[in-house]
């Protein structure tokens, strides 16, 4: 089963209301994936030559000490503030470095995401809890995607929660099943790509971004995934400018798009996207089969 | 009138409340405010109601509909009428997948688009999308009619027993075992009758319909080899 949920705000003046109008698009997925939640943020850029890492703890941790361990190690200052049992780090880049680090010294804390906007938070229990807890409600941002999870394949533990980022500022949530993970994951470790856990998922999110490093383009990394990954499945992706949906070619999970004039939103089902404003006289369609759907800042930039 | 706010009823509770009147009795009518994308609205119902729902539904909205009118004015989720018996459903927006999904009987009017496998397995239903449908529609079709007054993906008729199936635009490659058949002066009369009853202005000569080639009903010895 599990939810999926995505908004791309097209009216900047609906950013500070980002998460207050992801929180009831996640609850309302619920019944779909009660084992546990998870949400990515794309929110204000950190500053220049900087990068967001969100880390979460699996056990408690003192933030501060882990603070002034990374700051003796960069030998700088940064800044970090905490969300619950998750820390957002504002670094001067050096992500390779601090994730050796933190793996050798700190091994209960693990990197949800890395990016200048990319700020992903997740755990286990009911998405209304998980969301109350991180704050979800308050938070702003372009661009957001969510998940909730009934967990079929692997593991019900934050490290198997949605949504996976597998580079910066690129994370992805999957509403179905993948039944050739094992192949690609060992495929993709041959060529020295480190996984989190044994989820199925993970796996898509390495594979596209991958793809990515090779030079391919988001678009053509997506069309990829089509002949590498076989099962059933909706994937939403979120990127530094924008948001995507692209369906398996059977096209059998759920999934529907919406768009107004100020957002454009998907959810396994349309009860998600029932409370949003404009609803009403919102288009609302069901993705096509094998078929990349796809919305950028830059290119509503361009085209305006 | 019975007015229903699903803001204030369960759906559980709207249901049942359609099941305590008697197949026999009189037409009654029922507005439904609020439906919200919610689950299996107005399903199983054996009276002659007439329930207007306002605003879009989720699943299986009038599945297994037996005598009543069903009418949305709004969007449908998946399974829209899936095993309709008889009576009508219509809908104003667009439908999601599986609209009439192996319905036996009666008809479902869908004003917008239809999505993905349309009319999968259906048994006698007859099926009427203003707009264009999605791929896979018709599947496995047994009997009955789907026309579609737009467009049709591919694999269109996919394994198809029998029905028949009227497109007026372009269709993407047809399913196995479909192929395009000719429009005799029944088909036309019979085409035109059904625009009638769903209450749609277009005229039947640009349809083509599409049936079963009926090659996929027997084994065919030459096949032998791939077992």
């Not at chain 1, 957002?263 to 096509?288: C, D, F, H, N």
């Not at chain 2, 009638?196 to 080899?225: I, M, W």
Request: charge should be negative; glycine fraction near 10%.
């Amino acid at each position: 089963m599990c939810g999926i949920v995505g908004l791309f705000l097209k009216n900047p003046k609906l950013e500070n209301t980002l998460g207050s109008l992801l929180k009831p698009m996640l609850t309302e997925m619920t019944e779909r994936g009660p084992d546990s939640a998870g949400f990515a943020v794309y929110g204000p850029k950190a500053r220049k030559n900087h990068i967001k890492l969100t880390i979460l703890a699996t056990e408690t941790v003192d933030w501060p000490t882990i603070s002034s361990d990374i700051e003796r190690l960069l030998a700088k200052n940064i800044d970090y503030y905490e969300r619950a049992d998750h820390a957002v780090f504002i670094v001067p880049g050096e992500e390779a470095k601090i994730r050796k680090f933190l793996n050798v010294r700190h091994p209960a804390l693990h990197i949800t995401s890395a990016g200048r906007q990319l700020e992903v938070f997740k755990q286990t229990g009911l998405p209304t809890i998980v969301s109350s807890r991180l704050g979800l409600g308050e938070m702003i941002g372009s661009h957001a995607i969510g998940h909730t999870r009934m967990a079929t394949e692997s593991g019900i533990s934050p490290m198997h929660s949605h949504p996976f980022s597998a580079a910066q500022d690129f994370c992805l949530v999957h509403n179905g099943s993948l039944s050739n993970h094992n192949g690609v994951r060992a495929t993709l470790r041959r060529v020295g790509i480190i996984f989190d856990s044994d989820n199925d998922t993970e796996v898509a999110a390495r594979y596209i971004a991958h793809r990515m490093s090779l030079g391919r383009s988001l678009q053509d990394a997506l069309t990829d995934s089509l002949d590498a990954l076989d099962g059933f499945y909706t994937f939403a992706i979120g990127s530094k400018d924008g948001f995507a949906v692209m369906r398996d070619s059977i096209a059998a999970k759920p999934a529907v798009l919406g768009e107004t004039a100020d957002w454009v939103a998907m959810a396994s089902e349309y009860r998600a996207l029932a409370a949003l404003p404009g609803i009403e006289t919102a288009q609302l369609w069901e993705p096509k089969p094998a078929t990349v759907y796809s919305w950028s800042h830059e290119r509503m930039a361009e085209a305006a | 009138m019975n007015i229903v706010d699903l803001n204030t009823t369960s759906v559980r509770e709207f249901n049942a409340r359609l099941h305590e009147v008697r197949s026999d009795s009189e037409a009654d009518d029922w507005q439904v405010l609020n439906p919200k994308g919610k689950h299996s609205l107005a399903v199983g119902l054996q009276a002659p109601h007439r329930v207007g729902i306002e605003g879009s539904v989720g699943y299986y909205c009038g599945g297994m509909n037996k005598s009543a009118k069903v009418t949305v004015t709004g969007q449908c989720g998946k399974g829209l009428g899936e095993n309709i018996m008889s009576g009508v459903i219509h809908v104003s927006g667009n439908a999601a997948e599986a609209a009439g999904a192996s319905g036996r009987g009666g008809l479902i009017v869908i004003d917008g688009d239809a999505s993905s496998r349309c009319g999968i397995s259906m048994k006698g239903v007859d099926i009427v999308v203003t707009g264009s449908v999605g791929h896979m529609s018709g599947f496995m079709a047994q009997a009955g009619r789907l026309v579609v007054l737009g467009d049709a993906d591919e694999d269109l008729g996919a394994s198809i027993y029998e029905a028949d199936i009227y497109v007026r635009g372009e269709t993407g490659a047809l399913g196995a075992d479909c192929v395009e058949k000719e429009m005799t002066p029944d088909h036309v009369k019979s085409l035109s009758l059904l625009l009638q009853q769903a209450r749609v202005e277009c005229p039947t000569g640009d349809f083509h319909r599409y049936g079963s080639a009926r090659k996929l009903y027997n084994f065919h010895v030459d096949n032998a080899c791939r077992y």
